[in-house]
């Protein structure tokens, strides 16, 4: 149960990062990025050739695979929905391994970005977690 509710704070957050960077893609005038120096600098990430990909902005992808990972994560069974719930973490972590390898080749870090890849290994995490806690208080007497 307390994965259950780290989980969907951690996606509730996620979501309204996301939300904020799909603004910001389409209105960069609305970034905010603290301490912007020659190693975080949010503009320069989020408007590289990396944050789109076959030209739908990472942002959007972001937003609708936090949204997703919120309803499968929270509602799923895992005996029927197993499959689709780990082919959906396995997306998330591909995503968080191109945002990383994005930010280390432009040789910035976007604090949004890297908020989104922590909350998404952290998700993943809990979403498992709380599988196994799931199956051991269902196997216990």
């Known amino acids: 149960m307390k994965y259950r509710v780290l989980l969907l704070s951690l996606l509730i957050i996620g979501i309204a990062d996301s939300a904020y960077t799909v603004v910001v893609h389409f209105s960069p005038a609305a970034l905010y990025c603290p301490s912007v120096n020659t190693v975080v600098n949010c503009a320069k990430v989020l408007q590289s ?9 990472l942002a959007v992808l972001a937003l609708v ?6 309803v499968l994560f929270l ?9 689709v719930v780990n082919v959906w973490a396995i997306v998330g ?5 191109y945002s990383v390898a ?8 976007c604090i949004y970005c890297s908020l989104l890849d ?9 979403l498992y977690l709380g599988g196994k806690e799931k199956e051991t ?4 007497p």
Do not use: C, E, H
């Open 49 to 57: 050739q990396y944050s789109s990909v076959a030209g739908v902005p």
């Open 65 to 70: 695979w936090t949204v997703v990972a919120a």
């Open 75 to 83: 509602r799923a069974d895992r005996k029927r929905m197993g499959f």
């Open 93 to 97: 972590i591909v995503g968080v391994f």
């Open 102 to 109: 994005a930010m280390a080749s432009l040789g910035n870090i």
């Open 118 to 126: 922590a909350i998404i290994v952290l998700s993943v995490l809990f």
């Open 137 to 140: 208080t269902k196997t216990t």
